[in-house]
């Protein structure tokens, strides 16, 4: 590959929050080459930031062991395409944007042709099996980091790896504004507000979904004047979740704008995920639930698979239990509604839990998009005059 005024970028995200991550990406890509291309695996904002999309990102987002198993043949055709279509036209750098699953392999085979690969948003080898770390190595020239505490662990495996900053962390301002949110949504200033968010996977919703309304609706009972706002990712999500019975009346489901409902709500039921994250940077009081399919959750327990006994990131990161957890059996919506109803009463997230998100959010600021734009350009650098070698 010789240097190029426009250079191919191919990307590959494969959900809501990947494609989040990709689009803010190519933003940060394009201020270095203004000339850039940008194809591969992405939703909707990645394609609104003007990448040709091979795949929809949401052909990708399959959750769990057995899961997994089913879409198989569907998902290795998707990533042999993948790598024909790379190899066929091979860019500066190749992307892998989270999704470790479907990305690592398909990184690996195009490290071996030559072509240089980036791994954007670390597993999380911390949660899972810290041997990892040099596996990924193997498969990435450089992974880009999103929490300052997982550098250092690729560090004992000899790997590269840079902490880039949270881009949602420079996406939230550090005192976001409530009133100005429910305008935004339409929701009354006086009223408690109860923002559900089951997942962006449709499976999640299916597993979820029936909880987290049995939770609303126990909520209900206790407060006449609840309103409830539950975002969708897509349309498929909007449809799955629409689907569920019953729907109370005073539930709205819209689409997209996550961030506005938890800056507009009093507490956050969500699935355990990037979703956390968010409600931490919205400084909002949450509760996280997640479940596992059955068989999935067997194995995972019978092999050992977990290290860490909490989950959502701001526990993670803070190695403390700030926000309630209520995993597997302990999901039920009498749990989660006694979790919540607190919160919705008080209306207001406790003093020290505000101190804490703070502390944590400023460190998650890292520069973000623009960080990983940089840490991507000097592989495109380095990749001048790299040959590609037939697999």
Not at 44 to 72: C, D, F, K, Y
Request: aromatic fraction near 4%; charge should be positive.
């Amino acid at each position: 590959m010789t240097p190029d005024a426009s250079p191919l970028f191919v990307l590959v995200a494969g959900e809501a929050s990947g494609d989040l991550l990709g689009a803010g990406l190519i933003a940060g890509l394009r201020e270095r080459f203004p000339g850039a291309r940008f194809a591969g695996i992405g939703g909707p904002q990645m394609a609104a930031a003007g990448m040709a999309i091979w795949h929809p990102a949401e052909t990708l987002s399959v959750m769990g062991l057995v899961e997994v198993l089913r879409h198989l043949p569907r998902l290795l055709a998707i990533r042999r395409d993948a790598c024909k279509r790379t190899l066929r036209h091979p860019p500066a750098v190749f992307i892998g944007i989270d999704a470790p699953d479907f990305n690592l392999g398909l990184e690996r085979k195009l490290k071996r042709a030559g072509i240089r690969t980036v791994h954007y948003v670390s597993p999380s080898i911390w949660a899972w099996r810290e041997s990892r770390a040099a596996r990924i190595g193997t498969c990435a020239d450089r992974v880009l980091c999103l929490f300052p505490m997982e550098p250092p662990i690729y560090a004992r495996h000899g790997v590269e790896a840079r902490f880039v900053g949270h881009p949602l962390a420079d996406a939230f301002p550090l005192e976001p504004g409530q009133d100005a949110a429910r305008a935004e949504l339409g929701l009354p200033a006086d009223a408690p507000v109860l923002a559900l968010l089951p997942g962006s996977r449709l499976g999640e919703i299916r597993r979820m979904g029936p909880d987290f309304l049995g939770a609303a609706a126990i909520l209900n009972s206790a407060l006449p004047d609840l309103r409830i706002v539950a975002p969708m990712a897509n349309a498929r999500c909007r449809a799955v979740f629409s689907a569920l019975a019953p729907l109370p009346a005073n539930l709205s489901i819209i689409d997209g704008k996550a961030h506005a409902a938890m800056m507009a709500a009093d507490a956050v039921l969500l699935a355990s995920g990037t979703a956390a994250l968010e409600a931490m940077l919205a400084k909002r009081p949450m509760v996280v639930a997640y479940k596992l399919a059955p068989l999935t959750h067997c194995l995972v327990k019978r092999l050992g698979l977990l290290r860490t006994d909490v989950f959502s990131l701001p526990n993670i990161l803070a190695g403390k239990r700030l926000v309630p957890e209520l995993m597997q059996d302990a999901c039920t919506p009498a749990a989660l509604a006694a979790a919540l109803l607190p919160s919705l009463r008080s209306r207001a997230l406790p003093a020290d839990l505000r101190v804490e998100f703070r502390r944590l959010h400023e460190s998650l600021r890292g520069g973000g998009s623009r960080a990983a734009a940089a840490a991507i350009a000097q592989l495109c650098a380095a990749s001048a005059g790299a040959h590609v070698q037939p697999l």
